[in-house]
């Protein structure tokens, strides 16, 4: 088993992702190709490598700024693409990559193409709540979709719980604006109705449902997903930062404040993507880990031990034989 | 001046809704209806009401799970309906209810219709962040819109920000899941080409810019906009309850923790709806105040004092003159 890891991708590439590798290295039970600009990448690295990891040559790298198309087309020698190739051949079965979003899912599906069966490639993100947290499924591929696709994230969305989250028999949610049937806009509306066929389908949740009930997988379009994880993000952020805020600066009354710190610890491992590490981009023939831009080492070394869990347990395989059997699709 | 309130409205109605009436009697400089059934709001009374208190008997109540349109034609003498007859009959200015949202809102339409050039009503919530905070609208009137239905939830959102929150010249940015221009699914790029024609429009903000970056109001549809509100109430919920779980039982231990009970309470002006009172629905003919299902006498009481702020600085004619003036709209 073999991890490509796009060394060029991320606003601290290479440095912060060679540094991750490093990291990861004695934790992975498996080769990782380190791709991108050997030149630039060999200053960074200790004379001897660790055994399992393989420096790749690509000679181009794909910027924040690149539109998605563009990238695939025009940089055919970009550590992103390059990376791609690897599992495409073969090489590697999985790609991970802190660079350019939409470079990245657009290039893995252009390379990859979707399993039988799915139409629309998905994120999914995990989210905390006091019942061991939940998979938000779709965070940010696919803004534009039709009902059915939402089916098909439910479905790659329990594979996701089952083998990441340890859930045996996920249950679904559909992310919307009142719990009965017949809330919702249209678009919600209608993909109830699919999603009721299915006997995992748990029916609606509402935003703030997810943080307080039991629940396995929620899924809904990008658009909502992307709002939903970028608004958690933003929130948290502002109640710790004003928790923060009202520690007073003189040391000896701050010394008494040593509380507040132990209480906002546990937070962390929940809220802060670097402990996460990355999501995985589902629904492709190969395993995409997207990262978020600003990744530290830390948060790639934590994105290849998640991916090394996704590969061991079978996380493709597993979305392929679940369309084929909740959508009765054949290769 | 005065204030139609429906007393038989929500979870805790009519006791909460009576006694919130109370607590703000000395504070209104105008008359309040109390609109329900006399027979059960008298004993909730004293024996000698506040002299600016006035019962005013409606036979019916609309409840929870009663559809917004049958419960406007099938219960022509609710609270609700009452209440909004003696806004129309120019008996009162405004209407508060924490009863059915969907009933409140489409009563106060199909009573009051909509302002000149308004198609849609919009919920306006405020929320919490470093700069003194922001509105979102539409916070969850009207899911099903159009692209220019946007503009006229943007040009209510200025009038809100200017009247209410002291902001002379408000911005608004459209919430999306990136901030460059074309950025967005199919909806949000036809609001950005439309909004883009007004100097007042200031681009697009992520779910974490709006908690993060100065901004004065920010517009979606009532989808996104109640699934952001919901998820925010529901993540401030998890955090401050997984800090409290945190402080130890034992009562010597526990009284060192007594910074984390001063760091938690300014949380709560910004993420308590029941400080927040309440959340004017705008673009009718008529201010409607709609509150949450499960409010306190306290949230009564800030609805209340909440409505007669916005009638006094006339946002309802703001609403007005704004789309007259914005989108050359004449009556």
């Known amino acids: ?178 719990e009965e049937e017949g809330k919702g806009n249209i678009f919600a509306r209608a993909v109830y109705q699919l999603l009721k066929k299915h006997d995992w389908f748990a029916g609606n949740i509402e935003g703030k449902g997810m943080y307080s009930q039991p629940c396995d997988v929620v899924v809904c379009d990008a658009f909502v997903g992307n709002i939903v994880l970028k608004t958690s993000e933003g929130l948290a952020e502002l109640i710790v930062d004003t928790i923060r805020g009202q520690i007073p600066a003189n040391p000896v009354v701050r010394s008494l404040y040593w509380p507040v710190k132990k209480v906002l610890a546990p937070l962390r491992p929940s809220m802060d993507y670097a402990e996460i590490g990355g999501s995985p981009l589902l629904g492709l023939n190969g395993l995409c880990t997207i990262c978020h831009g600003r990744s530290s080492a830390r948060a790639i070394r934590n994105a290849l031990l998640k991916t090394q869990l996704a590969m061991e347990n079978k996380l493709v395989d597993t979305i392929r034989e679940a369309v084929q059997r909740d959508l009765g699709v054949t290769e």
């Open 1 to 178: 088993m073999s991890i490509a890891l796009d060394a060029m991708g991320g606003d601290n590439a290479p440095q912060a992702i060679v540094e991750g590798a490093l990291q990861a290295a004695p934790d992975l039970r498996s080769t990782l190709y380190l791709v991108g600009d050997v030149a630039k990448l060999k200053p960074l690295l200790p004379p001897t490598l660790p055994s399992n990891i393989v420096l790749h040559h690509a000679s181009q790298q794909v910027e924040m700024d690149d539109k998605p198309l563009d990238a695939y087309r025009k940089k055919k020698d970009s550590s992103l693409l390059v990376a791609c190739r690897l599992v495409k051949e073969g090489k590697a079965e999985a790609m991970v990559s802190a660079g350019n979003t939409g470079a990245a899912s657009a290039t893995a599906l252009l390379t990859w193409r979707q399993l039988p069966g799915v139409h629309r490639p998905a994120i999914a993100s995990p989210l905390p709540n006091h019942h061991g947290g939940f998979v938000i499924v779709d965070a940010g591929a696919s803004p534009d979709v039709d009902p059915e696709h939402l089916v098909e994230f439910a479905i790659m969305g329990r594979a996701y719980a089952q083998k990441l989250m340890g859930r045996p028999n996920p249950r679904v949610h559909l992310l919307n604006i009142g």
